[in-house]
């Protein structure tokens, strides 16, 4: 199974950017796939997720009202349209996901397969 991130960049202040990340070798429709990202110094952090097979999102407080998460059950593929990005957004954005649904969505060890990172610069 290969988690294959792709869409980061620099971008100014107030910019958009949309990240994919597809998944092969399995398919991942019925559970929980998620971006986290992890800023220099810092511990890595939950940023969105599609829960399950009802498709339900969820989101850090800190991007909710900017970024939007969606799934490509056709594509296994998982996006995040990022608008509105701040300097503090600042960070490599993994995509994770897991074969089941969890409820510590939020939680890095619910997720058994990550991306290799994709790097995403917000300059003020």
């Known amino acids: 199974v290969q988690l294959q991130a792709s869409g980061g960049g620099l971008v100014q202040a107030g910019g958009s950017l949309r990240l994919a990340c597809a998944a092969s070798?399995?398919?991942?429709?019925?559970?929980?796939m998620g971006w986290f990202r992890q800023a220099p110094g810092k511990e890595r952090e939950f940023v969105a997720c599609?829960?399950?097979?009802?498709?339900?999102?969820a989101y850090a407080g800190s991007v909710k009202g900017r970024f939007t998460i969606s799934r490509d059950n056709a594509k296994n593929t998982v996006y995040l349209q990022m608008n509105g990005l701040k300097p503090e957004d600042t960070g490599i954005y993994y995509c994770a996901a897991d074969h089941f649904y969890a409820a510590s969505y939020d939680n890095p060890r619910s997720y058994d397969y990550w991306g290799q990172g994709t790097l995403v610069t917000v300059s003020s």
């Open positions: 599609v829960l399950g097979s009802v498709g339900n999102t």
């Open positions: 070798g399995r398919t991942f429709s019925s559970g929980n």
